[in-house]
Every structure is written in C-alpha cells, then in structure tokens.
C-alpha cells in the first residue's frame, strides 16, 4: 500500500509537470492577444509596448520563458506575476480559494444529503408514484443548465431583482471570517443552484445500484436472517451502493475546488473560477496557469484520495 | 407424530409486463420434526418460490398468495412481517445456492455470524463472536477464531457453503430450507457438504427441505420426496418407495436422464424432450402431456388430480394412467 500510494505520488508530480507544459505550448501555439499591448492602456505607441514587453520576459522565446517559469515555481513555489496588474498570482489564488472552498464544500454537503436522501427513497418504493416523480424532477434537475437555474433563482428570489426578494442576490459574497451569518445568506442561492444537478445526478445513480444491489442473493440472506427492512436497506444495501458514489463524489469535489465557472461568474462571486475566466478573456498567462495548475493539482489528488479510500470501502480491492 | 409444517394449497403468482406467472398452483405437504423433505424439479418448477414464500420472502404488491403454511400451529402466510421476521433465522433458517453470491463481500464472516446470532438473541458481541466460532468449528472450519475476521472472497466455494450453513444452524433453528446447497460446489465438495448437512441434522434434530434438481441429492439425505413439474407437485412417496417404484412419466424420465454404472454404456441416456412449459401459459390439462412418451387423448383435457398411487397407499402421483398401464415399462 505505501509503495503504491509512493508511485502514484510521482506520477502526480509528472501529470502536473505535463499539465503545466501544454499549457504553456497552448498559449503560445494557440492566436491570443497581445498582453502586452492590452497592459499598455487605451493608447498605446510601440515604444511603451516594447518596454512592457521586455518587463515581463514576452520577448524571450517561450521555453526559455517556460524554463524561468518553473524554475521560481519550483525552488521558491512562486507563480510569477499577474500581466494585467503586477500582483503575485499565488496571492491572487489564494485570497480567491477561500470562496471557491465554501461554494463547492456547502454545495457538495448539499447534493449528498439530497441525492442520497432521494435515491433511497426511489429506490425501496421502486415504480411507485413517488419514485417516478422523484426521478422525473432529477432528470429536468441533470439538463437544466446552471447558469439558467442561476438566472432563474435570482431572479425570482434576489432581494434586488427578486418576484420574492427573501435572499441576497448576485455580488452579495461576504468572507466567512468577516460576518459568518452574511457568508451563510449569500451563499443559500449559489449552493442550491450547483447542487442540482449533482443531487439530481446522485439520486439517480444511488437509486439504480442500491435496486440492484437489493436483488442481490446477499440480501435475500439478511432478510432470511431475521433483519429488520431498515437495516437492509441502510446496512446491508446501502453499504454496497454507495461504493461507486464515494468514487464520482471525489471525483466531483477536485473538480469543484478548481473553480466553479459558471456558477462563480452569475452569482460573482470572488473565486478561483472566475479568476480563471477573467485570465483568460485578458490572456494573462501566469494567472491561467496558476488557476489550471491548482485545478490539475485537486483533481488528480481527488483521484488519488478516492483510489486509496476505495481500498477501505471495499475489502476485495488491494494494491500492491 | 403431528408436522411441524403443513403446507396446504399454496398457490403463488405474479403480475409481470409480460402476464401473470403462475409459480406454485397449488401445493401440499407436511414436514415431520426431524425429517427430511426433498422437492425436486427442473429450474422453473415453482420449487424456490414455494419455500421463499413460507419464509415471507416473495411478498410484493405483484404477488398474490394464498393457501396456508401452518408451523407450529401459526399460519405463516397471513402473520404480520413482524411476526415473520421473528420466526426467519430463528425457526426457520435457509441455506442458499451460491455461498459466494449470498454472503455479503463487505463484511467479515464474524461480522455476519454475529449479526445472525444477535439479531435473535441479546447477547454481547463477546460472547456472540465466541458462539460464532463454535459453530464454524461445527462445521469443521479450523482455525475458527482467526477465520472470523476473514473475508467471503478469502475462502473456497465449500468453505463458504460451511459458512452459510453455520449462520443457518446459529440459532438452532427447528426448521431448515437448503435451496440447492450443493449446486454451486465442485463434485467432491458436494458430497461432503452433504455428509455435512445429514451429520448436523442427526447432532441438532431439526427438520429439514431440500430443494434440488439431482435426483442423486436426495438419494442420500431425504425421507420423503415430492416431484414438481410446472408449479405442482406430481409425484410423492417415501425416498425408498420412489426409487423403487416411480409412477409418474415424469419421474421416470428424470430416473433415465441419470448417468448411472450399473447400466450398459450402450444404452446411452434418455433426457426428457422439449423444455420446461411457460408458466405465464401452461399447457393444458396435465401440464407435462406436450413432453410425456405416454400422453392421449384425456391428457390435454383434464387436470389430473394428486391421488394415492393404489388403494390406500402413501404414494402419491397425479397422472391419468391407470396403475396397470403406469407400470408397464416404456
């Protein structure tokens, strides 16, 4: 088990190695602005730009550039600076994870409650009303693009804009450590607009192992044993369905801390993902390699989290 | 000696998008504490469901059930599912076929065992573990203690049947049902499963049903045998008396479809034509005459009754044969 986890720890070194070098070759190989000609302002002349671009390294060929790059971040984890403003992109990242860790964790605690809840009441009432109508609304809930819900929530809920204005709307965020009940207010929308679709998701996923797993001869056992349908179902059934959604709930999760774009951008909320989206519109290269690094870093964690966990999960898995 | 069980007209059937299966049409039997009942039948029969019905374990808003199963003078089709939970693993325990698929692969072998006994009993999990480990001794496991923090997956198909047959045996349990224990083994585990099983029923006295398609199964352990074909019973007599004097078709042709050394190997095997009948839609009248060598015209028409084979004998068979002519060699 420790030489495995070892491997897989150097292979994640490699992955984001190879992660931060594609996209450097795709920023470059790829038509984008001049970032030195948006850093220069509304008139620029040839001699300010040509300055600009000396300052930030731009006129060097891009593997001495990409070799300055990871040489400061590897020695002393330093993600350069900022194009547009000159600020430290590791300041930048994390003064923004904080919101983007509190979207995704109040979300994720969310969805689970949800998705689970719902797909276990689906699925020991298979093909009744409740399971039909409950799969129905997770199946409007997986299309419904998030950033339409967004729209919609605000616009029926927002104290701005809102039909029934009872929450805060759109660029309401407040820091945790600044006012917690505030942090808690601003963040009801945001949270139940990213969950959908991920408790819609689960709910169906969940309802579709543990209906099978409830046909297992296993279970057919523990009913023969004596045991109360609660402990079935919660135990014996549960206990093997939820395997599969440990995976994909991890898997979810690294993605989320990575930034959650859309949902970030319609709420504006200051995060990862809308750092990201705002590098990229202004080809700031150090930024959007800093955010896609930090992106690559949780999810390949999450993997790995998730392969070692699954070894507790399920006893018949062992790496060697 | 009165039953322990009674089983009386049980009829079986479910709703499914393709019609109504009728699994058990209409079942009789009784179980005598401390003896064996072997049903036998091809898969298909109606032989599972019947006895997963006594248990509680088929009811379903598609199923429809009616008839009696009178044990220990409680009809166990019309108790409450409290009730029944009771009597499940306690009273009456099972044994399945696959001991790999029916032993769940998450949680050790004490776990279960343990789970088994203090469902039914209020004992610490101490003194659980340590009967738990009795009773794998029982069913010659060594190492008992050390195995019950084994996994299902770390053992061999016939020590798991061991397994499910100590959980099944945990509580003492007055009644067992082995559903096809020995199918899922290898030939030689087989037997010895089965010495098993016949050593354990001596040592305890409970009584028991087993529920197989070999012929050779029942040989050994039954006292009394019931053939099913098509959700009924067909033929029923003491083991000694079937083997020696099979009335049925059916039973006949299940006798000749059997490897057997002392025949002549030229002779090959008769296996019995066609295949198992719908039990959405039943043939007609006797429902084996589409198969049976001996069929005529009153088969398709008439239902044919389970009666004593001659005048007052015990051996039952519903055929529309008269004695003379069921005993005339084919």
Redesign the interface.
Known sequence: MIRYILRRLLWVVFLLFAVSFITFVIFYLLPSADPAALRAGRQPNPALVASIRHQLGLDQPWYVQYGRYMKNLIFHFDFGFSYQNGVPVRQLIFSRLPASISLAAGAAFLWLVVGIGVGIIAAVRPRTKLDRASMGLALVGISAPVYWLGLVALYLFSSDIGLIPILPGANSYVPLSEDPFAWFTSLIMPWCVLAVSFAAFYSRLLRGNLTEVLN???I??????????RRVVFR?GL??AITPIVTIFGLDLGILLGGAILTETVFNIPGIGRLSYSSIVRSDLPVIQGTVLLGAFFIVFANLFVDIFYAF????VRYE | MSALLTVNDLKVSFNTEDGVVHAVEGVSYEVEPGKTLGIVGESGSGKTVGTLTI?G?TRAANTQISGQAIFDGEDLLSAS?QQM??????EI??I???PL????????IGAQLV??IR??NKVSKAAARTRSAELLTMVGLSDARDRLSS?P?EFSGGMRQRV?IA?ALANEPRLLIADEPTTALDVTVQAQILELIAELQAETGTAMIIITHDLGVVAEVADEIAVMYAGRIVEQASAAELFANPQHPYTRGLLASIPRLDRDRSSGLDPIAGRPPSLIAPPSGCAFHPRCPRAFDRCPAELPPLEPAAAGSEHLVACLLSPEERSVKQ
């Open positions: 297992e001869d296993y057919r056992t523990a009913r023969a044993k004596g045991l109360s349908e014996h206990r093997s999960l399920d006893p018949r | 248990m374990l599912e939970r009771a009597i499940r693993g306690d325990a099972m399945f076929q696959d698929s029916s032993l769940h692969p998450f949680f050790t789970e088994a469902v039914h996994y997956h499910m959980m």
